[in-house]
Structures are given as structure tokens and as C-alpha cells.
């Protein structure tokens, strides 16, 4: 298996931030008049972007309101002195593969300018091709449109590529484009959606990564 690049999901992958999109996302709620949810809640309501959180964290089909909402969500993520952190073993990962010369990238679902704050604080010291977020005019996991722009980058082909992520949109991201899935179950879902989905590998430390990808080139 000649994987020469890897794309990463951000949150549930790379960074425990389940705390820091939970209590933004109430706050918001609460701005708005809407009552909170459980932190738990949040391991199924993240991962489809600002809007997608705000509409299925309040239930309300109001378009406007619900912008207004995803919008404010931005701020207030963008302003929170949270308590996210590198999963760990994470950033030895990372250095590794950048030692190794793999092609490192991190696609999210997360707002763009999120994404990359995010990834500058907490991932600075690593190489990173691209990092892409939520963009306008750009489809969110699992359409692959993103990924396969990363794949250009790289100049790769996908097959060349894993996506590593802890959700169904990263195997599906995967599938959708030709790329290798591989599943990780320290992130916000289980082993059985990844199972579900039909992920190529699945790991429980981010250690396992390096012995099925690093190989001699």
C-alpha cells in the first residue's frame, strides 16, 4: 500500500475539542432563548459544519435565524479561551510523518478561518500542504470535492491518499473519491459507524497509523 499522503479530519481526529464546541454552541442557545444540550449530544450534533450544528442544536427551521445563529457560533468559538488539546500521541504522529516526507493535510468541516486558527495553535509546528475548512461555494464531507483538490496539491493520485478521521463524512469522503479510509476510535463516534461505513482500516491509537502507512518509498 503506497500511501505517500494523508489528509486529516481536525476535530475527534487530531484535536479533543468536544468541550470547546459544546459549550460554544450553548451559548449561543442560550443567546438565542433556546435551552442547552448535554456535552454527549454534541459527539452527533458536530461535524457538519456551523449551520447543520445550530439547526440540529436548536431545532429550528428558520433559515435566517439559523445563519444568524451559525454565524454568531463563529464568534463566539473564534473568542472562547477553551480547553481543547491534542489527542495524545497526536503530535509525535505528525512529526513523524513529517519525517518520514508524507504529505500532510487537514480537511474539516469546521468554518475555514476556524480550521486554520485551530491548526496554527495547536498543530503550528507540523507541515501542513493544505488546511481546508468549510468554504463558500465549496461542498462539505463526505462529497470529496475538497479532498481531491488536496489530492492536486499533493500531486498525488487519491489511491495514494488515506483519509483518517472518527466519522462515517471521513470513510465516506474516502469512498466517494477513490482515497484509502482508516477510522480512529478515540473521537466523537464508535467503532460500529465506522464498521457501518465500510472503513478500509480502523486503528485505536494514532501509533497504529504509522505501521500501516510508513513504508519504504
Not at 32 to 37: A, D, I, S, Y
Not at 194 to 217: Q, R, S, Y
Amino acid at each position: 500500500m503506497a500511501i505517500r499522503g494523508v489528509i486529516f479530519d481536525l476535530d475527534g481526529t487530531l484535536l479533543d475539542s468536544l468541550d470547546d464546541v459544546a459549550n460554544s454552541a450553548n451559548a449561543v442557545l442560550l443567546a438565542f432563548g433556546f435551552e442547552v444540550r448535554a456535552k454527549e449530544e454534541y459527539r452527533y450534533l458536530a461535524g457538519q459544519g456551523a449551520y447543520n450544528l445550530m439547526a440540529a442544536s436548536s431545532g429550528s427551521k428558520d433559515e435566517g435565524l439559523i445563519r444568524a445563529m451559525a454565524d454568531e457560533f463563529k464568534k463566539v468559538y473564534e473568542e472562547f479561551k477553551g480547553s481543547s488539546k491534542p489527542y495524545v500521541g497526536v503530535q509525535e504522529l505528525l512529526s513523524e510523518l513529517n519525517a518520514k516526507a508524507i504529505k500532510l493535510a487537514i480537511l474539516s468541516n469546521k468554518p475555514d478561518h476556524l480550521t486554520k486558527m485551530c491548526a496554527q495553535k495547536y498543530f503550528g509546528s507540523c507541515k501542513f500542504e493544505a488546511v481546508f475548512g468549510e468554504r463558500n461555494g465549496v461542498a462539505i464531507k463526505p462529497d470529496p470535492t475538497g479532498a481531491l483538490e488536496i489530492a492536486k496539491i499533493f500531486g498525488l493520485n487519491p489511491s495514494e491518499i488515506a483519509i483518517v478521521g472518527d466519522t462515517k463524512n471521513d470513510i465516506l469522503t474516502a469512498k466517494n473519491g477513490g482515497f484509502y479510509s482508516v477510522g480512529v476510535t478515540w473521537g466523537f463516534r464508535d467503532r460500529d459507524e465506522l464498521m457501518e461505513c465500510g472503513a478500509d482500516k480502523i486503528i485505536d491509537t494514532p501509533e497504529e497509523l504509522l505501521e500501516i502507512l510508513v513504508i519504504p518509498l
